[in-house]
């Protein structure tokens, strides 16, 4: 059984830096992507960042230029570092893994989530 552990959520200001760590525990995982997702209250959930497991990462134009994320294929972690952070960016992030389970089989895990909270 595949689960993801996120850390790093807290309550800061406008303008301060965050950094958001997840990692996946099982055996002999093969990850294809890992990304962060968030939802804020009453807002669907929308993804923030993606990277392959060659390193090619995604964003939202919301949080380009502001936020980078990483990965760590051996420890089978990925990392959202959130500089510059704005109210809008209140939400609870989630993070994902897609894993590549059988040669033609993919399955998507998602962690509990994590509160990042900012203040104006």
């Known amino acids: 059984q595949v689960q993801l552990v996120e850390s790093g959520g807290d309550l800061v200001q406008a303008g301060d830096s965050l950094r958001l760590s997840c990692a996946a525990s099982?055996?002999?995982?093969?990850?294809?992507?890992m990304g962060w997702y968030r939802q804020a209250p009453g807002k669907q959930r929308e993804l923030v960042a993606s990277?392959?497991?060659?390193?090619?990462?995604n964003y939202a134009d919301s949080v380009k230029g502001r936020f980078t994320i990483s990965r760590d294929n051996a420890k089978n972690t990925v990392a959202l570092q959130m500089n510059s952070l704005k109210p809008e960016d209140t939400a609870v992030y989630y993070c994902?893994?897609?894993?590549?389970?059988?040669?033609?089989?993919?399955?998507?895990?998602w962690g509990q989530g994590t509160q990042v909270t900012v203040s104006s």
């Open positions: 994902n893994a897609v894993i590549q389970e059988t040669l033609i089989i993919t399955r998507t895990y």
């Open positions: 990277i392959t497991r060659g390193s090619i990462s």
């Open positions: 099982g055996s002999s995982l093969r990850i294809n992507v």
